[in-house]
């Protein structure tokens, strides 16, 4: 129950190098998220090495802290990452030409640490899903209407 083992896939009316060129503009990131605050890149770009940081606001009664170190990226197609904060895991997005778009397919775990998350697990762990798989569902939503507002395949 301490934690989050997630699989999903996605479509993006862009091919997969302006996609990529999308993702790394770090600095809209709150502009395109509500629910992400304080965030920040040590460097420019999707690039190994990088360090991004940042604070996940989730529709439940919890604040996330993450960091996050690319240790793989192969522009446009393979974004490795290691997660650690209030949450320690593994995430990966690979990106693939399909049907004129983009597809994305993101993996990833991530192990409860911080003492609230883990409580909360215990006692509300459907809840915590639930409220992971908003800010998912938020994200890919926003990414669509801002990030790629004016883009065009």
Do not use: K
Not at 5 to 12: E, L, M, N, T, V
Not at 89 to 118: I, K, N, Q, Y
Request: aromatic fraction near 14%.
């Amino acid at each position: 129950m301490n934690r989050i083992d997630y699989r999903g896939a996605f479509w993006f009316p862009v091919r997969p190098g302006e996609l990529w060129e999308v993702i790394e503009q770090f600095d809209q990131f709150e502009s395109w998220w509500a629910w992400l605050q304080d965030f920040g890149a040590e460097a420019d770009g999707l690039v190994a090495g990088n360090a991004l940081h940042g604070t996940v606001i989730p529709p439940v009664p919890y604040w996330l802290r993450l960091d996050i170190r690319l240790e793989r990226c192969v522009r446009p197609h393979v974004v490795e990452a290691t997660v650690d904060g209030d949450v320690r895991g593994f995430a990966a997005f690979r990106l693939e030409p399909v049907d004129g778009g983009t597809r994305v397919e993101a993996v990833w775990w991530l192990d409860m640490r911080s003492t609230p998350l883990r409580v909360a697990a215990l006692v509300a762990y459907p809840l915590m899903r639930w409220g992971h798989d908003r800010v998912v569902e938020m994200a890919v939503v926003g990414f669509r209407q801002r990030a790629l507002a004016g883009t065009r395949s």
